[in-house]
């Protein structure tokens, strides 16, 4: 499989969490594969108190969308599922710094990448930022959690605000090129705030799936960041 090209500029990620899964492939049809990505979270009810699905379903995505699959691992022991994600068809595996892990952080970073996927490291709100700096030169994306991991529909936390920025400071500093995402109660102003701190993807589900019109909250969440509405 080679990967799929990675636009240069803002992108926007549905959160197939608050899709209807009866309607799946339907609910995917409006993630356009040249500009978004398809963000899928994974939970355990050990990491977060929350469940969700598996390889099985990110396979399924794989199926029905030519879309970037950007998976978000809420779970422990990630290590053990690369290889099971990866035939499912994932582009991009992110672990979260706080999960159990068998070996060492860039150890497991570093198998994402072997097994031909990017690898993300997410912190959750109450992690500093100073926990992702020993990965940095091991990630293609850092996500900035904006609310606690668990579930859609929660509110943005805008003191996580500030650590996007000194993410996004850090980032330049260091001539890094790995991508800066956030992710909970993104919407068009939550969003516009943090493109403005230095986030460039943005992952949004409730906003976008449990709105009246999906495919007008996708554009309206694509123009937001685009800075140009
Ligand atoms: C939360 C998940 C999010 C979730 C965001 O733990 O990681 O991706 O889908 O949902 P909204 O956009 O509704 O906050
Ligand atoms: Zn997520």
């Known amino acids: 499989m080679s990967p799929r090209a990675i636009p240069a500029g803002p992108i926007v990620a549905p959160s197939i969490l608050s899709a209807d899964f009866a309607r799946f492939d339907r609910e ?4 356009d594969p040249r500009s978004d990505w398809a963000h899928c979270d994974v939970m355990d009810n050990h990491f977060v108190p929350n469940l969700t699905f598996g390889p099985l379903i990110v396979g399924a995505a794989r199926k029905l969308t030519e879309a970037f699959l950007d998976v978000h691992l809420m779970i422990q022991h990630p290590e053990r599922l690369l290889d099971a994600f990866g035939k499912a068809g994932a582009d991009q595996l992110t ?4 999960a159990e892990h068998d070996t060492d952080v860039d150890s497991v970073l570093r198998a994402i990448r072997a097994a031909g996927m990017r690898a993300g490291l997410a912190i959750k709100p109450r992690t500093p930022l100073a926990a992702a700096e020993p990965h940095l030169d091991a990630i293609d994306l850092l996500l900035v959690m904006t609310v606690e991991p668990g579930f859609g529909g929660q509110a943005f936390m805008s003191d996580m605000v500030a650590k996007v920025r000194e993410a996004s400071q850090w980032r330049a500093a260091r001539g890094a090129a790995w991508r800066l995402q956030v992710d909970g109660g993104i919407a068009p102003d939550t969003a516009k705030v943090c493109a403005a701190a230095g986030a460039d993807v ?9 709105a009246p019109r999906p495919i007008e909250a996708l554009a309206a969440l694509r123009q937001a960041v685009a800075g140009d509405s």
């Open 202 to 210: 943005f992952v949004a589900g409730s906003a976008i799936f449990r």
């Open 28 to 31: 995917l049809a409006i993630i």
């Open 95 to 98: 672990i979260h710094v706080e």
